[in-house]
């Protein structure tokens, strides 16, 4: 059965600030995926991550994908108060996209001015 | 592009009764759609794969009978919840899978039994 571990599920940050969100999953996967969700709204789709050594970033946001460790991280640089949200990572369960996801419990963002 | 949505965008409804979602993929195909679950301050759960043209992919502990998946079109699946009790309360959200990998969510339907 795949898991999905995130952590930390809580993190108040100040503005500013790095930080990073691990995910670690317990079967092989080729597919990592991150998502965004604003209370009360569904998921907006951050980075898709589909091989070894794979990073992508966008604004202040870096993932990045270690197959053979199993762990995913995004890295946050100089956070600003509108990146507060949960943020998912999600695993693929098979080849060929043809299964649903796997989430992590999430992460609790909030970033104090 | 890659636009999903689900109607009702929320639903309160009473016990016993059943509730219909439908979820959509507005410029494009999807032969494939998911239903999931969140309840609140919780994750997502996957309930069912639905296919085109077949029977949904239940996953373990989801009750086929309750949770009625059709998916007659290669852009509409609808999730029924029969005879809907309190617990049944949560946030469903369908996404569709497009291309080979790349999954985009519905805005989701939050369905309240009273």
């Known amino acids: 059965e795949l898991k999905v571990e995130q952590n930390p599920l809580f993190l108040s940050m100040q503005e500013g600030k790095n930080y990073t969100i691990y995910c670690n999953y317990s079967?092989?996967?080729?597919?990592l995926y991150w998502y965004r969700q604003d209370p009360g709204k569904s998921l907006e789709s951050l980075f898709v991550?589909?091989?070894?050594?794979a990073v992508k970033q966008e604004g202040r946001l870096m993932a990045s994908l270690d197959t053979k460790a199993r762990l995913s991280t995004l890295h946050i640089t100089a956070a600003v108060h509108d990146l507060s949200a949960t943020y998912f990572c999600?695993?693929?369960?098979?080849?060929?996209?043809?299964?649903?996801?796997?989430f992590g419990k999430g992460t609790h963002l909030i970033i104090q001015p | 592009g890659a636009v999903v949505s689900q109607h009702p965008s929320w639903v309160i409804c009473k016990s016993g009764t059943s509730v219909k979602i439908e979820c959509r993929s507005l410029?494009?195909?999807?032969?494939?759609m998911f239903w999931y679950r969140q309840f609140p301050k919780q994750s997502l759960m996957l309930m069912a794969t639905?296919?085109?043209?077949?029977?949904?992919?239940?996953e373990q502990g989801v009750e086929k009978d309750k949770f009625l998946i059709n998916h007659a079109s290669l852009t509409l699946s609808t999730l029924t919840v029969t005879s809907a009790h309190p617990e049944d309360s949560s946030f469903y959200i369908c996404?569709?899978?497009?291309?080979?990998?790349?999954?985009?969510f519905g805005p989701g339907t939050r369905l309240t039994v009273l």
């Open positions: 996404s569709a899978r497009v291309g080979g990998v790349e999954q985009f």
């Open positions: 079967t092989t996967s080729d597919r």
């Open positions: 999600a695993v693929g369960r098979s080849g060929g996209g043809a299964d649903g996801l796997t």
């Open positions: 639905s296919n085109e043209g077949s029977k949904a992919t239940y």
């Open positions: 410029d494009f195909q999807a032969t494939t």
């Open positions: 991550l589909l091989s070894n050594g």
